[in-house]
Every structure is written in structure tokens, then in C-alpha cells.
């Protein structure tokens, strides 16, 4: 019962577990839709997903999506937070009053070994076997009924994809199944038993741990290499010495401490699975075998991996048009309607020329960011993406990256902050950090505004490989520059300050499937929600600035380009020139460097109002595109911005950092700022010396014209 519930209202708190890739998200998707919230934990950057959902006896219950885990010995701090949680240790959340362990019907032994371990905490269990469609389609039958006897709790058939099962968890959680049997249905040697037992009852009586806990601290502290282990700080040094004891005893009678409670436990669940499984062999290879062969290639593989991204890159371009003119004519109306109603002056200027242009200007690039999130969501919730990370880690390998920082790195496609975040599931510390301070080279969403208002303004859009298009393959490169650059800086820093081997990379491949549209499709809807409400806050209140800086002080007789060159943004931007003008950039594209060191996006927004400031009412209806492609220098009458000039911004984009949010959430992940402040200064200098050099080659092939 949570403590802030009405007491009319009986509210229960279920806890949602399961290993990566168990199909965990898609069935919460399917029991939330777009009811649960999305935040982090209080003090820690460690994602939650919650939801409060009605049930029809009256029943409120608080669902809760924690962190995948493979068993509740954790290595890496989510994994910690999720363990704490079920364990009923944690600051954070009270113990659950049922805990849903989701498991992969396909890969019943190996997910089993963690819903085994919260059986054993003495908890409301039910068990819900996801992806049971897929499974039936290999040949793999599973009993419930057998399944459930053995296990002692109930289990539950789920095709979250179709809402199988989702009705009957929900009765499960109005009417939840008493705790889990006290007596272990798997069985040590007798001299391991023995002294569990005794650990256990010491840890009962002396500590006042439920009886549970005190069997599952007993466990792991035996297990470790260590007396204490991970725990030896939070015990009386003579508990500890009883354990080195016990420790000599077991070492003595020729156990494997460390691995007889894991064999003792996968001996069990192998006799459970010969019960409750059954499987049908056709003699053929299974179809998940028969399309790894081709995905997986060592060539075959990286070519299709190549082709889907940029099918993906031309697909943006081409299906995103269509909404972003219909996005960008509604700002146009709506800046004529207010310039119609509105009398002259600085409210009125500040409202067209400042909020609704600078909002308007990234807002319009929405669909295409839109389209990102489903194409990615699509890959992933196909399966494909663990296929491309067992792929990725041939040549991350190579480079000394972990191979589990691929998920992060892939994750930094979307945002660097989740992408930080995820690298949480990298036990070792220093490999951990490696992909924090590569992750942001990553071409997040925040730089597509930027790369495609340069590419539609200045690449043609001329086909070069069949239906791929230059825009595209553009696009595609500027992409591969921050993944070259990633794998570049990671040998690096591998090589120098960060020296040490990359462990072997294990991954589970879950079974390919059709994406569950709907779930893919409420991802795709919280991640544009995220943006629009950048565009709505930070966005709206960096423009509003930026007007209030582009407009005074006012000098009174003059044009608006000498105006805006002498305004406090102005004379900001000229004073930075000089260090940015060896890139080709003049010191508007300096105003929009700066204003953009808070969100890379912001780039766009600072440009879209400069350009307003600019031109004064005269150019209505005129895209931001066509106002870069027809800017011309007023002393020298050539183009101000060129092909070469577009190439540059975004190479400066690709590489330099340009989001605080991320230098703070690095700060939190490294508890200090000497590893942003670095992370910071080497991606400036970088982005300054590769642009200087793009441009210089640019200059003597002769593209710097217009």
C-alpha cells in the first residue's frame, strides 16, 4: 500500500522486472499507453517509467518499470537501483506488493534464473511470458500449468503486440497471488545449505532482515570473492570473520564458492524446463538462424546496416517535406495574423521577429525528427539493433570500446543524455567513462535542424546512387563523421589517459518479430513531446533574448543589417570573428555559436531571428532557407553563405559541444567536473581544427564559391 494513497482508495505498487530485451517496455506499453510518466530517480540519473492505472473493482495500481537486470547479484548502479527495490533496501521506492517478472518464452531457462531470485524473497510473484507467439513459431511449447506448479506462483501467456494476457495481469493485480513459498524449491549440497542456513539466521536475528533478505545476503556474501564483498561495510567485524570462516570451510570441502549457488540454482530450472517445455523440430533451421546468417555477415551484414541507414536518411528527407511546409505555413499565418491585429512596435517586433520566428524556425523540423525516433524504434523493437551491435563490436573492439557501450552510442542518436545514462550497464568503471566522454560525437536529434537547414539550402538535391539522393547521402556523412570520430577519440583516450583492454562482449539476441506499432509508436510520441517542450521553454526563452540583444540599442536612421551589426549581439558576434573566421564563418554564424552552446538546435532559432532583425517586414513567406541562399556580403557583393559554408556548420556541429543538459549530466555520472571540463575543451578544439581543415581543402579545390 503506498503511503500517499487515500485511504478509500486500496492502492497496490507492482514492480515490473526482467532481463534486457525480455519484451519488458512493450508489455508496459501495452498495459500503460500513454498513461505513465517518465523521470528519473531523486538524486541519481537513473531512468523510471510509472504509470497509476484504475482497475475496474477499484483497485489503483502503481506500475513500475525498473531497469533490466540478468539477476540480483548487480555490477552496474541500475542494476544496483533495481535490486535495491526488489530487495527492499532501497531509499528510493518502498518493497513492492507484487513484483511481475517478464520473461522470454524463447529463452525460458536463461530468463528464469532471475525470476527465480525474487521468488526467493518471499514476494507476490506472477510471472508473464512474453514474445509466447514467437516462441510457438520455433517449436517451442510451454506448459503453463507444469510451468506454474514448479514455480510455484501463477504465469501468464502475453502477446503484448495483440493484448493477449494484458486482462488477465490486470485481475492479477486487483487480486494478487499470496507470497511465494518460504521453502526453496532448488537445493544446495548439504554443506553449502548448512551454512546458508546458519548465515541466514544470524542475519535474522542479529541485523532484523526479513527472512528472505537474510537468505539472499547470506548467499552472495559466501559467493564473494571476499568476506564482506560489495556488503562488508555495513556489518560488524565479528559477522565478517564468521563468513571468513565459513569461507575456509567450503574452500576446504573443494566448492567453487562463487559458482556453486549459480550451478545449484541452473540445475533446478534445466529439470523445470524439461517438464514444462516442449519442443517440435522440423529439421530445418530456424528462421531467426536462417536471417542471422545474412544479417550478421561480416560483409552482407555491414552492407544492409549501411543501406537501411540511408533508406532511413532518404526517407526523412522525402516523406518529412510534406508536413514541415504545412508546419512552417501556420507560423507564417500566425505571424501576419498578430502583425495584422497588432499596432507597430516593440511588443509586436519582439512577438513575429523574436518568439515565433526562433520557435518556428526548429518546430518546422519536427516530422523529420519524428520520423528518426520511428525508424529507430522500428529496428529496435525488431531485434535487428542487438544484431547490429554484435556487428558494431568487431570494430569497437578495435578501438578499445566496450562492447556494451554500442547501445549507448546508438542511444546517443537520439539524445547523448539517455545515451550517458544507458552506460550504466557497463560494470567496468573506466570503460564506462570512455563511452560517456565519446557519446556526444554521436549525431544526436538536436543536430538534424542544423544539418538539414544547411542541406536544403545549399546541397542540391541530385541523385547520385539510384533513389539516394546528394541531401541524403549528406546527411548519412555527417553521421559517419561523428561515428568515425567517436571510434577515433576512443582509441585515443584508450592509448593515453583511459589505458586498459575492452572485455569480451556478451549480448543476448532476442528472437526477431514484427514491431509492436503501438508501442513503437508512443516512444516515438514521448520523445517528440521532449522536443516540442525544448521548443516551448528553453527555445522560446533563448529567442526572446536573442531579439531583445539583435534589437538594441536601437540606432535610429540606419538599415537593419547596420542596426543589427551594431546591436549587443552584433557586437558580440564581431568580437568572436576573429577566432571563428579561418572556419569561413562571419560573425552572425558567431551569434548563433554562442547562442547555441545551451541546445544545439538553437543554432537554427538564432538564425531565424537574426534574419528577421535583419530584413525588417519586407520578406514575409520567404523560408529561412532562401534567406541564407540569397544573403549577400554589402561590401562585396558575393554570396555570404556557400555550399562550403554549409559544410562547415555542420561539421562544426558534428563534433563540438553543444549542449550544457549533457555537461551536466556527465558532471552527475563522474561526481565532478574534471572529466566534462575536459569532455567539453577536447570536442571545441576538435571541431575548431577539423572545421579549419574542411574549409582550407574546400578553398583549394575551388568550392568556396557561390
Known amino acids: 500500500m503506498r503511503a500517499d494513497a487515500p485511504a478509500s482508495v486500496r492502492t497496490r505498487t507492482v514492480a515490473m522486472v526482467g532481463n534486457p530485451n525480455a519484451g519488458k517496455t512493450t508489455l508496459f506499453n501495452a498495459l500503460t499507453g500513454l498513461r505513465h510518466r517518465v523521470g528519473n530517480y531523486p538524486g541519481v540519473t537513473v531512468e523510471k517509467k510509472e504509470a497509476d492505472l484504475a482497475l475496474p473493482d477499484g483497485t489503483s495500481v502503481h506500475l513500475l518499470d525498473l531497469p533490466g537486470i540478468y539477476s540480483l547479484n548487480p555490477v552496474?548502479?541500475?542494476?544496483?537501483?533495481?535490486?535495491?527495490?526488489?530487495?527492499?533496501?532501497?531509499?528510493?521506492?518502498?518493497?513492492?506488493?507484487?513484483?511481475l517478472c517478464v520473461v522470454d518464452a524463447s529463452n525460458l531457462e536463461r530468463h528464469l534464473y532471475l525470476a527465480s531470485q525474487v521468488i526467493d524473497r518471499e514476494v507476490p510473484v506472477v510471472v508473464a511470458l512474453t514474445m509466447s507467439d514467437l516462441a510457438e513459431q520455433e517449436g517451442i511449447h510451454v506448459d503453463r500449468a507444469a510451468l506454474s506448479r514448479a514455480l510455484g506462483v501463477p504465469v501468464v501467456r502475453t502477446v503484448a503486440g495483440t493484448g493477449d494476457g494484458v486482462e488477465e495481469l490486470r485481475r492479477l493485480f486487483a487480486s494478487p497471488p499470496p507470497p511465494s513459498p518460504q521453502v526453496r524449491r532448488w537445493t544446495l549440497p548439504e554443506a553449502v545449505h548448512r551454512e546458508t542456513e546458519e548465515l541466514a539466521e544470524l542475519l535474522r536475528t542479529r541485523r532484523g532482515m526479513p527472512g528472505g533478505l537474510a537468505w539472499h545476503e547470506a548467499a552472495a556474501l559466501l559467493s564473494s570473492p571476499d568476506a564482506g564483498g560489495s556488503r562488508g561495510?555495513?556489518?560488524?567485524?565479528?559477522?565478517?570473520?564468521?563468513?571468513?570462516?565459513?569461507?575456509?570451510?567450503?574452500?576446504?570441502?573443494?566448492?567453487?564458492?562463487?559458482?556453486?549457488?549459480?550451478?545449484?540454482?541452473?540445475?533446478?530450472?534445466?529439470?523445470?524446463?524439461?517438464?514444462?517445455?516442449?519442443?517440435e523440430h522440423s529439421g530445418r533451421r530456424s528462421l531467426n538462424d536462417r536471417l542471422d546468417t545474412l544479417l550478421t555477415h561480416r560483409v552482407w551484414g555491414m552492407a544492409i546496416f549501411a543501406l537501411l541507414m540511408a533508406f532511413v536518411f532518404q526517407s526523412i528527407f522525402l516523406w518529412a517535406q510534406g508536413p514541415m511546409d504545412l508546419i512552417g505555413a501556420g507560423f507564417d499565418r500566425l505571424g501576419m495574423f498578430v502583425t495584422?491585429?497588432?499596432?507597430?512596435?516593440?511588443?509586436?517586433?519582439?512577438?513575429?521577429?523574436?518568439?515565433?520566428?526562433?520557435?518556428?524556425?526548429?518546430?518546422?523540423?519536427?516530422?523529420?525528427?519524428?520520423?528518426?525516433?520511428?525508424?529507430?524504434?522500428?529496428?529496435?523493437?525488431?531485434?535487428y539493433m542487438a544484431r547490429a551491435a554484435l556487428m558494431m563490436d568487431r570494430l569497437m573492439s578495435k578501438v578499445g570500446l566496450n562492447g556494451k557501450s554500442f547501445i549507448p552510442l546508438l542511444s546517443s542518436f537520439a539524445c547523448a543524455i539517455p545515451g550517458i545514462m544507458a552506460t550504466?550497464?557497463?560494470?567496468n568503471s573506466r570503460d564506462?567513462?570512455?563511452?560517456?566522454?565519446?557519446?556526444?560525437?554521436?549525431?544526436?536529434?538536436?543536430?538534424?535542424?542544423?544539418?538539414?537547414?544547411?542541406?536544403a539550402a545549399f546541397i542540391p538535391d541530385t541523385p547520385v546512387l539510384g533513389p539516394l539522393g546528394l541531401p541524403a547521402l549528406t546527411m548519412l556523412a555527417m553521421y559517419l563523421l561523428g561515428v568515425a570520430a567517436a571510434l577515433g577519440m576512443a582509441w585515443f583516450l584508450r592509448m593515453t589517459i583511459l589505458r586498459g583492454p575492452a572485455p569480451a562482449f556478451i549480448i543476448e539476441l532476442p528472437p526477431y518479430?514484427?514491431?509492436?506499432?503501438?508501442?513503437?509508436?508512443?516512444?516515438?510520441?514521448?520523445?517528440?513531446?521532449?522536443?516540442?517542450k525544448s521548443a516551448g521553454t528553453i527555445i522560446l526563452g533563448v529567442s526572446i533574448v536573442l531579439w531583445f540583444l539583435g534589437t538594441y540599442p536601437r540606432t535610429e536612421g540606419t538599415d537593419p543589417s547596420t542596426r543589427l551589426r551594431e546591436s549587443f549581439?552584433?557586437?558580440?558576434?564581431?568580437f568572436i570573428e576573429p577566432l571563428i573566421a579561418p572556419l569561413g564563418f562571419d560573425w552572425r554564424i558567431g551569434i548563433g555559436l554562442v547562442g547555441s552552446i545551451l541546445q544545439r538546435e538553437v543554432f537554427v532559432s538564432t538564425m531565424g531571428t537574426i534574419y528577421n532583425i535583419q530584413d525588417g517586414e519586407d520578406?514575409?513567406?520567404?523560408?529561412?532557407?532562401?534567406?541564407?541562399?540569397?544573403?549577400?556580403?554589402?561590401?562585396?557583393?558575393?554570396?555570404?553563405?556557400?555550399?562550403?559554408?554549409?559544410?562547415?556548420?555542420?561539421?562544426?556541429?558534428?563534433?563540438?559541444?553543444?549542449?550544457?543538459?549533457?555537461?551536466?549530466?556527465?558532471?552527475?555520472?563522474?561526481?565532478?567536473?574534471k572529466w566534462p571540463l575536459f569532455q567539453f575543451g577536447y570536442m571545441t578544439v576538435l571541431a575548431w581544427v577539423v572545421t579549419f581543415v574542411v574549409y582550407r581543402a574546400g578553398l583549394a579545390l575551388g568550392w568556396g564559391g557561390g
Request: net charge neutral; charged share 20%.
Open 424 to 427: 550504466r550497464t557497463i560494470e
Open 569 to 574: 549581439a552584433g557586437q558580440a558576434g564581431r
Open 76 to 99: 552496474s548502479p541500475d542494476e544496483r537501483i533495481t535490486t535495491e527495490i526488489l530487495l527492499g533496501t532501497s531509499e528510493l521506492e518502498p518493497l513492492p506488493d507484487v513484483v
Open 432 to 455: 564506462r567513462l570512455l563511452t560517456m566522454l565519446v557519446a556526444p560525437l554521436m549525431s544526436c536529434s538536436a543536430r538534424l535542424p542544423v544539418y538539414t537547414l544547411m542541406i
Open 233 to 279: 561495510r555495513d556489518f560488524p567485524a565479528e559477522l565478517l570473520e564468521h563468513v571468513r570462516k565459513d569461507h575456509q570451510k567450503l574452500e576446504f570441502l573443494g566448492f567453487d564458492r562463487s559458482a556453486v549457488f549459480v550451478e545449484a540454482r541452473y540445475a533446478w530450472l534445466r529439470g523445470v524446463c524439461g517438464a514444462a517445455v516442449r519442443r
Open 619 to 673: 520578406t514575409g513567406g520567404v523560408s529561412l532557407q532562401e534567406k541564407l541562399r540569397n544573403d549577400r556580403n554589402p561590401a562585396t557583393g558575393a554570396p555570404s553563405f556557400t555550399a562550403l559554408t554549409a559544410i562547415c556548420v555542420m561539421v562544426y556541429y558534428v563534433l563540438a559541444m553543444q549542449c550544457l543538459s549533457t555537461v551536466a549530466v556527465v558532471r552527475r555520472e563522474t561526481n565532478g567536473w
Open 513 to 532: 518479430k514484427a514491431p509492436v506499432l503501438r508501442s513503437v509508436l508512443i516512444q516515438m510520441w514521448e520523445r517528440g513531446l521532449v522536443f516540442l
Open 340 to 383: 495584422g491585429v497588432m499596432p507597430p512596435g516593440d511588443l509586436r517586433d519582439l512577438l513575429v521577429d523574436g518568439a515565433i520566428a526562433g520557435v518556428a524556425a526548429v518546430v518546422t523540423f519536427l516530422p523529420q525528427i519524428l520520423l528518426l525516433f520511428l525508424f529507430l524504434g522500428l529496428l529496435e523493437d525488431s531485434g
